[in-house]
T-cell receptor
Framework: KNQVEQSPQSLIILEGKNCTLQ??????????LRWYKQDTGRGPVSLTI?????NTKSNGRYTATLDADTKQSSLHITASQLSDSASYIC?????????FGKGTRLHILP | DAGITQSPRHKVTETGTPVTLRCHQT?????MYWYRQDPGHGLRLIHY???????DKGEVSDGYSVSRSKTEDFLLTLESATSSQTSVYFC????????????FGPGTRLTVT
């Protein structure tokens, strides 16, 4: 069964600290993996897209990694800011199918 | 929101009434999608369109219909709204169905009482 599991469900960290969010998937055949940021009351916005051959991609303070062998991805946020408070959604695409994870809710405290 | 608008942004309706949500894009993207987002679930695909008058079902299509008569507009209709259709609905667009990214609209919050 095609599934995308994210952990933790929620996370609270202090402003300025780093954090890492996890995504495990069983989607096959794999096409690409995306990380989205969703602010409260808004639509998701893409952070990174990675295909099978890419194992790291950065977007400012956001760095995503992909291990296609173990079917795991992580999103690392460096020097967190209050504006990073949001839900982060992992999305895996297969042929004619897009599977969304349930997201990790990140709270940044001042 | 990448040239995507959704209307209305909020709606409250009664069980059994028909409801139509509109998605409008100015990007001339071929693919358009309707998703619903509920607590405890990831975004779930309702229907999608791969061109004018070309649509297909997603994983939660029961109780919903769609139409696309122009490239820029994709309509989602609840023929007879039920309380289980209370949700936040997102429209998305993409150039292709593959590696190209999906851009999401701002969402419509629908409450069925």
């Amino acid at each position: 069964k095609n599934q995308v599991e994210q952990s933790p469900q929620s996370l609270i960290i202090l402003e300025g600290k780093n954090c890492t969010l996890q995504c495990n998937y069983t989607v096959s055949p794999f096409s690409n993996l995306r990380w989205y940021k969703q602010d409260t009351g808004r639509g998701p916005v893409s952070l990174t897209i990675m295909t099978f051959s890419e194992n790291t991609k950065s977007n400012g303070r956001y760095t995503a990694t992909l291990d296609a062998d173990t079917k795991q991805s992580s999103l690392h946020i460096t020097a967190s800011q209050l504006s990073d408070s949001a839900s982060y959604i992992c999305v895996v695409s297969a042929t004619k199918k897009i599977i969304f994870g349930k997201g990790t809710r990140l709270h940044i405290l001042p | 929101d990448a040239g995507i608008t959704q209307s209305p942004r909020h709606k409250v309706t009664e069980t059994g009434t028909p409801v139509t949500l509109r998605c409008h894009q100015t990007e001339n993207h071929r693919y358009m999608y309707w998703y619903r987002q509920d607590p405890g679930h990831g975004l779930r695909l309702i229907h999608y369109s791969y061109g004018v008058k070309d649509t297909d079902k997603g994983e939660v299509s029961d109780g919903y219909s769609v139409s696309r008569s122009k490239t820029e507009d994709f309509l989602l209709t609840l023929e007879s709204a039920t309380s289980s259709q209370t949700s936040v609905y997102f429209c998305a667009i993409s150039e292709t169905s593959g590696v190209h990214e999906q851009y999401f609209g701002p969402g419509t919050r629908l409450t069925v009482t």
